[in-house]
T-cell receptor
Framework: EDQVTQSPEALRLQEGESSSLNCSYTVSGLRGLFWYRQDPGKGPEFLFTLYSAGEEKEKERLKATLTKKESFLHITAPKPEDSATYLCAVHPLRGGRRALTFGSGTRLQVQP | DTGVSQNPRHKITKRGQNVTFRCDPISEHNRLYWYRQTLGQGPEFLTYFQNEAQLEKSRLLSDRFSAERPKGSFSTLEIQRTEQGDSAMYLC??????????????FGEGSRLTVL
C-alpha cells in the first residue's frame, strides 16, 4: 500500500529563516510526486510535480527536490504570506489509476 | 474561468439524513475527482470520472456513497443515511487529461459536512 509521511507536522519560522519540509514515500513504482499548498478553509493549490530522482523545480521562494525515497520542499527567506499547510502526494504507476495518495501535511507558520 | 465551484459550502445535518453535494468543474476539464479531508489529515481519494464514466472508486466509498457525472459536466456526490464519521470536508477537483497525469488537479474550496 502506498504511504506518504510528512515531517515535521508543524513548523514555526521567523521571517527570513530558511528551512526544509520532508516527504518520505513508499510506492510500488512512482509516476509522479506532487506538492500542494493549502490555506485554511480552502482547497489545495498545485505547486510542483516531480517525476524522477534528481529532479528539481523552483517557484519564487520554494524549491522542490526528489530522491528515490523522499522529497524536500526548501523554503528560502520565507515571508508571512508563505504560512499555509504544505501537502505532498504520490501518483503510483499501477495501471490507469488516477488516485493520488496524500500525506498529512506540514503546517508552516512564518512570523514577521 | 471561475475555477472549480462546489455547493453548498457548509451543510449541517442530523444522523440518518441524506445529503448531496454538487461540483462544477472548470469547463474544459474532462476529469473530475472527489476527495474527503478530515481535520489535520491530507485529502483521501474517493472517486474519479473521465467525462461521464466513473473509472475508479476507493474502498472508502461505501454503498451509502454514490457519485454521478451526467453528460460529463457537473458532478454530484450523495451520502445516504449519514453517520457522524462522515463529518469532513468534501473536495472536488478537475483536470485536463494531460494535466491529470501530471497531478495538476485544480481543487474547489470544498463542502464541509457536519453530522450531528
Amino acid at each position: 500500500e502506498d504511504q506518504v509521511t510528512q515531517s515535521p507536522e508543524a513548523l514555526r519560522l521567523q521571517e527570513g529563516e530558511s528551512s526544509s519540509l520532508n516527504c518520505s514515500y513508499t510506492v510500488s513504482g512512482l509516476r509522479g510526486l506532487f506538492w500542494y499548498r493549502q490555506d485554511p478553509g480552502k482547497g489545495p493549490e498545485f505547486l510542483f510535480t516531480l517525476y524522477s530522482a534528481g529532479e528539481e523545480k523552483e517557484k519564487e521562494r520554494l524549491k522542490a527536490t526528489l530522491t528515490k525515497k523522499e522529497s524536500f520542499l526548501h523554503i528560502t527567506a520565507p515571508k508571512p504570506e508563505d504560512s499555509a499547510t504544505y501537502l505532498c502526494a504520490v501518483h503510483p504507476l499501477r495501471g490507469g489509476r488516477r488516485a493520488l495518495t496524500f500525506g498529512s501535511g506540514t503546517r508552516l507558520q512564518v512570523q514577521p | 474561468d471561475t475555477g472549480v465551484s462546489q455547493n453548498p459550502r457548509h451543510k449541517i445535518t442530523k444522523r440518518g439524513q441524506n445529503v448531496t453535494f454538487r461540483c462544477d468543474p472548470i469547463s474544459e476539464h474532462n476529469r473530475l475527482y472527489w476527495y474527503r479531508q478530515t481535520l489535520g489529515q491530507g485529502p483521501e481519494f474517493l472517486t474519479y470520472f473521465q467525462n461521464e464514466a466513473q473509472l475508479e472508486k476507493s474502498r472508502l466509498l461505501s454503498d451509502r456513497f454514490s457519485a454521478e457525472r451526467p453528460k460529463g459536466s457537473f458532478s454530484t456526490l450523495e451520502i445516504q443515511r449519514t453517520e457522524q464519521g462522515d463529518s469532513a470536508m468534501y473536495l472536488c477537483a478537475s483536470s485536463l487529461t494531460s494535466g491529470g497525469g501530471r497531478g495538476e488537479l485544480f481543487f474547489g474550496e470544498g463542502s464541509r459536512l457536519t453530522v450531528l
